[in-house]
C-alpha cells in the first residue's frame, strides 16, 4: 500500500512571499488532515477535511492561510503572505471515515524556511 | 498548561536497555491513545494504538494507559540503535471529532 505523498520535500522563500504544498493520500482514506510541526515540538493540526468538506479548521490562521481538496482526494496548502514564524515542516496526514477512528498515517512533510 | 506533556529528554540509553517513556494529560475526555516514531526529516509513524486503560503489547513495544491518573506509558525492550528516534505521544476524543493532542515529543538515543 502507497504511503501519503507529499511535495516538495523542502522549500525556501522570502517572507511575504507566497508556497503551496501539495498531498496524495493513502487510496480510499476519506480523511485528510494538514498539521504544522514547529522545530522541538509536537504535530499541531492546521485543518480537517472529510472527503473534500472541512471538518475543523479552527486552529487554521485564515488570514494568510488556505487548504481545498477538490474531488476528495489530493489537498493543497497555501500560504500567503509568509511570516518568518510560519517556519516549519508540514504534515499531511490520512485516515479512513473518522466515526469509526482509524489511526492517521502521515507522510515526510515539507520543510518551509522563510527568510 | 499544555494538555499533553511529555519530558523532551534527551534520554539517552545502552543497546539491550529498556526504554521507558510517558506522557500525561489533563482532558479527562481523552479514549485512544497513541505513539509515534519520528525519525529526523521523517513523518510520524504509528507504533501504538489503544483504546481506554489497559495494556497493550506488540513485539518489543509495550503501552499502557491509567485513566485514572491520566498517565500513559511505553517500554521499548531489548533497544536497538535503529530505536534512536523521537517518540512522540498523542491522544484523541470521539467528542472532538477524533483531532490528535500531540505531546511535545522525547528524543531516544540508543548507544551501542
Known amino acids: 500500500e502507497a504511503g501519503v505523498a507529499q511535495s516538495p520535500r523542502y522549500k525556501i522563500i522570502e517572507k511575504r512571499q507566497s508556497v503551496a504544498f501539495w498531498c496524495n493520500p493513502i487510496s480510499g482514506h476519506a480523511t485528510l488532515y494538514w498539521y504544522q510541526q514547529i522545530l522541538g515540538q509536537g504535530p499541531k493540526l492546521l485543518i480537517q477535511f472529510q472527503n473534500n468538506g472541512v471538518v475543523d479548521d479552527s486552529q487554521l490562521p485564515k488570514d494568510r492561510f488556505s487548504a481545498e481538496r477538490l474531488k476528495g482526494v489530493d489537498s493543497t496548502l497555501k500560504i500567503q503572505p509568509a511570516k518568518l514564524e510560519d517556519s516549519a515542516v508540514y504534515l499531511c496526514?490520512?485516515?479512513?471515515?473518522?466515526?469509526?477512528?482509524?489511526?492517521?498515517?502521515f507522510g515526510d512533510g515539507t520543510r518551509l524556511s522563510i527568510l | 498548561q499544555k494538555e499533553v506533556e511529555q519530558d523532551p529528554g534527551p534520554l539517552s540509553v545502552p543497546e539491550g536497555a529498556i526504554v521507558s517513556l510517558n506522557c500525561t494529560y489533563s482532558n479527562s475526555a481523552f479514549q485512544y491513545f497513541m505513539w509515534y516514531r519520528q525519525y529526523s526529516r521523517k513523518g510520524p509513524e504509528l507504533l501504538m494504538y489503544t483504546y481506554s486503560s489497559g495494556n497493550k503489547e506488540d513485539g518489543r513495544f509495550t503501552a499502557q494507559v491509567d485513566k485514572s491518573s491520566k498517565y500513559i506509558s511505553l517500554f521499548i525492550r531489548d533497544s536497538q540503535p535503529s530505536d534512536s528516534a523521537t517518540y512522540l505521544c498523542a491522544m484523541s476524543a470521539r467528542a472532538a471529532g477524533n483531532k490528535l493532542t500531540f505531546g511535545g515529543g522525547t528524543r531516544v538515543l540508543v548507544k551501542p
Open positions: 496526514a490520512s485516515s479512513g471515515i473518522t466515526g469509526r477512528n482509524q489511526p492517521q498515517h
